[in-house]
């Protein structure tokens, strides 16, 4: 990667020298975390479910983001490190260190040209995705070239060629398969604002021949009636669209992938097979309802299924760990940020599922809104994998206090969903009653009172959450929180003490101009964890982690 460097360096340096009579723009910023890792075999903290807390004690990770633009063109470097860090495999530590973004990109005319690391989509990005979320490890760059074109009539059409950027063993390289992919996109408008947006895609994927020879390699070792003949390459068609029409929204997308070999479902052989997903919705929205016209309503609705759909640069690459995915399938579930109700997620299957949510927000004036939601997910033999019922009623009482109370109840296959053995790891029913009120002291200071209350007789038993948090606007924050395990329940997980478990947070923020300070002492709780519908399972944690993150 140091020739990499080396190059975009070279360029940009030479390109500022001829025009420097020229003012170029430049931007960046930084990201940098210290983690400090506390045993705690109490709560399962321990060597076993991290390297860290036996040998390495602490972590560190570091993004340096630069991007210079002058006269057309735009040029961006990321220095990446890694030390010990466990944020790539929650239970392995990497160290390394170099050029984990590179990219040049300049305009001429109406076609944008892009040499080096790029992100981008295709559709809802069932078809092809490239992107980064950073909070799980995820970076799934592409490194090669891609050529836009925008055409009249509102025409645009991309293609790109390229690798992968490496897994977690491999963090600074870039994986061996070859992918390409073409998109174009038209976007009609009606002269009385309804809006349609039509796209379709095409994506390949080659296999290197050292990943050929180990498929044909497994294949040779299956039964004479389960063997086949494997493919080098596998194509990926969809065909999407958006649209909106008065108070009504509509979206589709129908994706087919061609045969190829993919793991099954227990992972330990390969078949021949192609698969298919599809997704679409229908929303709806309306403001200014009743009397006093202060009220509204949206609804929304979204439908998925998944059949043999796990479109990855190669057969052997980690799922769990994320590893080498191309698609982007976010969990059908609804998104949660209070810490007891995103306890039980329901990832993607890529194996086969059937997703249905639907979501109402009804504002009663604009002092009242309460949300219900409802989600089903279910294999495609109709087993239920995930049902999730909420409702919440937020109210503003007036210029200082407001609150929220709600309640969930979820059933959750932690078989499925977390690996665990069927056989004690029995379906996970909660019902879950929460509550939230903050107290807006002065134009700077609020506090926010939060708490939550799950019951469940599997897994780990039942839980209490509670966090007291003070805001001083725009510098300090302030949080104090305690989780605890209130009725606990060991069948599944017996490596965690038998008694009632605590596992405490405090948390500080500090904001100057931009750059932002943050310090917190947290114990974690085993389970999935999901951030922009991407979820994976995380083991316990007990520590302390420092971050510190500016623009300039």
């Known amino acids: 990667m140091n020739k990499y460097f080396t190059i975009v360096l070279a360029v940009v340096l030479s390109t500022a020298s001829v025009y420097a009579q020229?003012?170029?723009?430049?931007?960046?910023?930084?990201?940098?975390?210290?983690?400090?890792?506390?045993?705690d075999s109490l709560i399962g903290a321990t060597e076993t479910a991290s390297p860290q807390y036996g040998?390495?004690?602490?972590?560190?990770?570091?993004?340096?983001?630069?991007?210079?633009?002058?006269?057309?063109?735009?040029?961006?470097?990321?220095?990446?490190?890694?030390?010990?860090?466990?944020?790539?495999?929650?239970?392995?530590?990497f160290t390394g260190q170099g050029l984990g973004y590179w990219q040049i990109k300049k305009n001429v005319g109406d076609l944008e040209i892009t040499v080096g690391s790029f992100y981008d989509q295709f559709g809802s990005g069932a078809a092809?995705?490239?992107?980064?979320?950073?909070?799980?490890?995820?970076?799934?760059?592409?490194?090669?070239?891609?050529?836009?074109?925008?055409?009249?009539?509102d025409l645009t059409v991309k293609a790109f060629t390229g690798k992968q950027k490496g897994?977690?063993?491999?963090?600074?390289?870039?994986?061996?398969?070859?992918?390409?992919?073409?998109?174009?996109?038209?976007?009609?408008?009606?002269?009385?604002?309804?809006?349609l947006n039509l796209g379709v895609s095409a994506v390949n994927r080659t296999l290197d021949e050292s990943t050929m020879t180990d498929i044909v390699t497994?294949?040779?070792?299956?039964?004479?009636?389960?063997?086949?003949?494997?493919?080098?390459?596998?194509?990926?068609?969809?065909?999407?669209?958006?649209?909106?029409?008065?108070?009504?929204?509509?979206?589709?997308?129908?994706?087919?992938?061609?045969?190829?070999?993919?793991?099954?479902?227990?992972?330990?052989?390969?078949?021949?097979?192609?698969?298919?997903?599809?997704?679409?919705?229908?929303?709806?929205?309306?403001?200014?309802?009743?009397?006093?016209?202060?009220?509204?309503?949206?609804?929304?609705?979204?439908?998925?299924r998944i059949e043999n759909f796990p479109l990855t640069v190669s057969p052997y690459v980690n799922l769990p760990l994320l590893q080498g995915i191309m698609t982007y399938q976010p969990s059908m579930s609804r998104q949660a940020s209070y810490r007891m109700l995103a306890r039980y997620q329901a990832p993607a299957?890529?194996?086969?599922?059937?997703?249905?949510?639907?979501?109402?927000?009804?504002?009663?004036?604009?002092?009242?809104?309460?949300?219900?939601?409802?989600?089903?997910?279910?294999?495609?033999?109709?087993?239920?994998?995930?049902?999730?019922?909420?409702?919440?009623?937020?109210?503003?009482?007036?210029?200082?206090?407001?609150?929220?109370?709600?309640?969930?109840?979820?059933?959750?296959?932690?078989?499925?969903y977390e690996g665990k053995d069927p056989k004690k790891a029995k379906n996970v029913e909660t019902f879950t009653p929460f509550g939230e009120v903050s107290y807006k002291i002065n134009r700077r200071n609020s506090i926010r009172l939060e708490s939550q209350m799950l019951n469940t007789q599997q897994d780990l038993g039942s839980f209490y959450h509670?966090?007291?948090e003070w805001t001083s606007s725009p510098k300090f924050t302030v949080a104090v929180s305690d989780m605890i395990n209130t009725n606990p329940v060991r069948i599944v997980n017996t490596t965690l003490a038998d008694q009632v478990l605590h596992y405490p947070s405090v948390f500080v923020k500090y904001n100057v101009k931009t750059t932002s300070f943050t310090a917190a002492y947290i114990k974690q709780v085993e389970g999935v964890v999901c951030t922009g519908g991407i979820c994976r399972l995380e083991p316990a944690f007990s520590g302390i982690r420092f971050t510190l993150t500016t623009q300039f």
Not at 56 to 77: M, P
Not at 169 to 194: C, H, M, V, Y
Request: glycine share 10%.
């Open 466 to 468: 509670g966090i007291l």
């Open 128 to 153: 092809f995705r490239a992107f980064e979320n950073r909070l799980i490890g995820i970076d799934y760059a592409m490194e090669g070239v891609r050529l836009k074109y925008n055409l009249k009539n």
């Open 349 to 416: 299957q890529f194996s086969g599922e059937q997703a249905f949510q639907a979501e109402v927000m009804y504002s009663l004036s604009k002092a009242t809104n309460v949300t219900l939601n409802i989600s089903e997910i279910v294999d495609l033999n109709g087993k239920e994998l995930f049902n999730e019922k909420f409702v919440q009623v937020e109210h503003k009482f007036n210029r200082k206090w407001k609150g929220k109370i709600g309640l969930q109840m979820i059933t959750y296959n932690q078989a499925i």
């Open 22 to 39: 020229d003012k170029g723009v430049f931007s960046g910023n930084l990201q940098s975390n210290f983690s400090v890792f506390l045993k």
């Open 218 to 304: 497994q294949i040779n070792g299956l039964p004479l009636e389960e063997r086949f003949y494997p493919k080098y390459n596998v194509y990926v068609l969809n065909g999407y669209f958006n649209a909106s029409y008065k108070d009504f929204g509509f979206n589709g997308e129908y994706n087919y992938k061609t045969e190829e070999a993919i793991k099954n479902v227990a992972g330990n052989s390969l078949l021949s097979r192609d698969g298919s997903l599809f997704t679409g919705g229908i929303s709806y929205s309306k403001r200014k309802l009743g009397k006093k016209k202060q009220g509204g309503i949206g609804v929304n609705v979204q439908y998925r």
């Open 55 to 93: 040998k390495q004690i602490s972590s560190a990770e570091t993004w340096l983001f630069l991007n210079y633009d002058i006269k057309g063109f735009h040029f961006a470097a990321r220095y990446d490190l890694f030390n010990n860090s466990n944020l790539l495999n929650p239970s392995g530590a």
């Open 167 to 195: 897994s977690q063993q491999n963090r600074f390289e870039t994986s061996p398969q070859i992918i390409k992919g073409i998109n174009a996109e038209k976007f009609l408008q009606s002269a009385d604002g309804n809006i």
